[in-house]
């Protein structure tokens, strides 16, 4: 974000007054859309934290207690559960989904025969609703019947219940987002291949290094922003994406799936209680708020150095 | 770019476009053949478009589109008219507290309305919009994503045209409409892609806030009809399910180009 203000040379042809009629327009133009981020941002994040000190009665009504909230928090199983499930689910989805976006994106950056038909393939599961998505892969994992378990069948293995075994029910997720995620990433680093000069890798083929050894010491350093900008950005997708649990499992089995704003939603909308929800929110708003400022950390850097 | 393919990356390419695509078609499969065929796969099985038939009957499908395509008009109207306002405010004024407003519009790209469900829901309560449309679209009116998109494009627009405008007579609102807008279109249409994209495919806030049929988009409608406890069969799953996504999955396949490039330049910061 450069900040050069480009209308600043005009100001002072104007008189005095011409500050102040500038302000008094720009807020009117930001009105709107200030209403509705404090309405629906700036508000619920100061209300969550209210809220995150209070406790819901049987009646529905709420009373403080201070840290109570955060006290139970910190005892209660699911909670821990959910957050080290949300761990292992960024862990298995962000660098193998990054890596096979590079791969993808090295491979439709080249004069390859069907070019056309590969960017297609890799990045429609994209534009796919995740709960569309999620029925879709439900069926590869119904036990006996599904593709899977047909597949296992083929080779005299019995059935297995997939989603139903707190071992597997995680990998199997896992598997089916990185699919979804994969073409998304692709798509940045495309964008980012096609904006390095191919001067670089010409000269490094003249010196005769090898291609494995023009990546490495090349193309990949000189994408590194890209992979910073991609991992941030799945990194946030990992709080926020759990359609597909209310579809195929529910959190289960035993909460073996359970992430932690699918556990904000079942606590406020299944269990009622929106005081602990919202206690709940306030550790995934502190984990936002985290990346929030290794990104701007990060983006302060490369606006200073490039 | 340069380079020959060695065959077995060729080879390893197309293989991963197989697998990254079998999910899609097995979904076509299942939906266009009788519920016998839904796992066996034999080149003679009969075609059908009964399981469509079927679907559209047992669930209002036709409200759930109905409901999607106001719900994403909506949005996206209200999403550029804001979003062009304080982008043009940000872009074109030099006033006291822009910086700190900015920040607080940015803030928004970190903690999306997705995460502040409880919160969110209180408001619309307090609205009185449960279960309507509006309260869908309400939390996402203002784009952070957009206000910042169409910022940086306004920033690029030469000062000249702008001074010319203003010569002539043109007011702030003229100018905006006279030489930005015109100037930002490949902006507006990357952004109006991916705007209905994702709200197309948007699920859990629309699942929290919508319970009956005059409300719920596609997407809840697909997930209501889908659960297990329904005992409806695969096969009308499927095609319920290829109904959902159809829409998209045809603009995607027809603007397949303008789709990709919109990503891209909607990730470049």
Redesign the interface.
Known sequence: ?T?Q????PV?PRRPRSH?WW??V???L??L??????I???????L??IR?SFFLTRRNGTEVFVGSESYQSMAADPIFWKALVNNFWFALGTIPTSIT?AL??AI?V??????R??????????????????A???L??YTPD???LD?LRGAFGLAGWNWLGDPSTVMGCLIVMVI?KEA??FM??Y??A?QQLS?DL??AA?VEGAS?WYTFRRITFPLLMPTTL?VAINAV?NS??L??HL??MTKGGPNNASTLL?YY??EV??TFQD?AY??TL?VV??IL??T??LI?FGY?DRRIHYQ | MNGRTHPIEAIAAWLLALLWLAPLVYAFWSALHPAAYATSFSLSAPWTLENFARAWQQAPFGRYYLNTIVLVVIILIGQLVLSTLAAYAFARFTFRGSGIAFALVLLQLMIMPDVLIVENYRMIGKLGLLDTIPAIALPYLASAFGIFLLRQTFKSVPQELVEAARVEGAGPLQILWKVYVPLARPTYVAFGLVSVSYHWNNFLWPLIVTNSVESRPLTVGLAVFGAPETGVDWSIITAATVMTMAPLLIAFLLFQRQFVQSFMRAGIR
């Not at chain 1, 709107?32 to 981020?37: D, G, S, W």
């Not at chain 1, 309405?39 to 994040?45: C, D, E, G, K, L």
């Not at chain 1, 950056?109 to 069907?114: F, L, P």
């Not at chain 1, 056309?116 to 998505?133: D, E, N, S």
């Open positions: 974000m900040d203000a480009v209308t600043a100001a500050a500038n302000a327009n720009a807020w133009l930001l709107p859309a200030f209403v509705l981020l309405a629906f941002t700036h508000y619920p994040i209300a969550t809220h096979l791969l993808m491979w950056n080249r004069n390859m025969r069907g056309g038909f590969l960017r297609l393939a890799f990045f429609t599961p994209t534009v796919l609703p995740m709960i569309a998505v029925n879709i892969w069926f590869f019947y599904g593709l047909q699919w073409g998304f798509i940045f495309l964008a291949l191919p890798e010409e083929a291609r900008f946030i709080f926020k759990v359609d209310v579809i704003l904000i939603y406020a909308f929106s929800a919202a929110t995934l708003l936002l708020s990346v929030a990104k983006l």
